[in-house]
């Protein structure tokens, strides 16, 4: 059961993956299938592990990543 | 369900342009959310470099003047000295102040000038296309060193912060990196902690932050953060170099 929700904004997101690459969980991956208005294939959650850590959030440089703790 | 982290209300909505995986996204946010969390958003006026960080002032929800090259710390005494109440900020790469501003940080960290400076050192100059910095390291490749940085031709590395500290007028000086998730918390304490020592008007704070330039350094965003742990670093060490505060405590 996920502790956490990780919401990505799409529109912002430049798939920099530093958000990938700090996730204890891997929950985060790059998208294969979605490619936003600048060309990037932005980050999405690919599982429902997320502890809600916000170690993602922490190291994404555009701002682009909301954390929710789920109840 | 409860948010516990989201973007900040003193950085604005404007989409960054920085490259994908620049750390100068991560260095904003911090100085942005410190800002908020003291309240000072709404107090605080940011002298704003040339370089990548010279659109900053379309980012920051708080008062920005950009400034003539190297010369933030020059503009930033000067509105501090008009406004001794506001909380003022420089916000400078190494290009803008390890080379052409070098005068202006030395003298402005010797008068112990009450502002602080957020100094971003990733080892290039970023905006221009990757030419060697005053701060590239010994064997590191840019654009005017082809065959990698020679320090019998293009002289040594300059270490800011400890050059800094071995003047009377800074009251805080440390070194932070952003290439991990507890390194970002780490350099968000110490920009927190400039700002405070600003506040009470005891002298001049400086935050060096060690950074990456994925475009530059041609490596990919996580490739360039595990450049910054294995070769920026040993050469730039972390830690507080610093702190009148700590030595008043004693």
């Not at chain 1, 809600?52 to 109840?71: F, G, H, N």
């Amino acid at each position: 059961m996920a502790k956490g929700k990780v919401t990505i904004n799409e529109v912002i997101c430049k798939g920099c993956a530093l958000c990938v690459s700090v996730c204890p969980k891997n929950v985060l991956a790059l998208s294969t299938t979605k490619i936003n208005p600048a060309g990037y294939n932005p980050a999405e959650m690919v599982s429902d592990d997320c502890i809600a850590c916000t170690s993602c959030a922490k190291m994404c440089p555009d701002c682009a990543i909301t954390v929710e703790k789920l109840d | 369900m409860a948010v516990i982290f989201e973007k900040t209300k003193a950085l604005t909505d404007v989409k960054l342009h920085y490259c994908p995986g620049c750390a100068h996204g991560i260095v904003h946010r911090l100085l942005a959310e410190c800002l908020e969390k003291s309240g000072e958003d709404k107090n605080a006026i940011c002298a704003v470099p040339v370089g990548c960080a010279v659109f900053a002032n379309k980012y920051f929800n708080f008062d920005a003047i950009q400034c003539a090259h190297g010369r933030a710390p020059a503009t930033a005494s000067g509105i501090k000295r008009v406004h001794p109440d506001k909380t003022v900020i420089t916000y400078q790469g190494d290009g803008d102040l390890a080379s052409i501003g070098t005068a202006e940080i030395v003298h402005a960290a010797a008068r112990g000038e009450k502002i602080t400076t957020i100094f971003i050192n990733n080892g290039i100059y970023g905006m221009t296309g990757g030419q060697m910095a005053p701060t590239t390291l010994p064997g590191m490749k840019a654009t005017t060193a082809k065959a990698g940085r020679d320090p019998k031709v293009n002289g040594n590395p300059l270490r800011v912060s400890e050059m800094l500290a071995t003047l009377t007028g800074p009251a805080y000086i440390e070194r932070v990196s952003i290439s991990t998730p507890a390194q970002v918390t780490q350099a968000k304490k110490a920009i927190q902690k400039a700002l405070e020592i600003q506040k009470k008007g005891l002298g001049f704070t400086f935050v060096e932050v060690v950074a990456s330039c994925p475009t530059n350094w041609g490596l990919t965003p996580v490739k360039a953060m595990e450049f910054v742990r294995e070769k920026m670093i040993p050469y730039y060490p972390l830690g507080v170099f610093k702190d009148i505060t700590a030595e008043e405590g004693k």
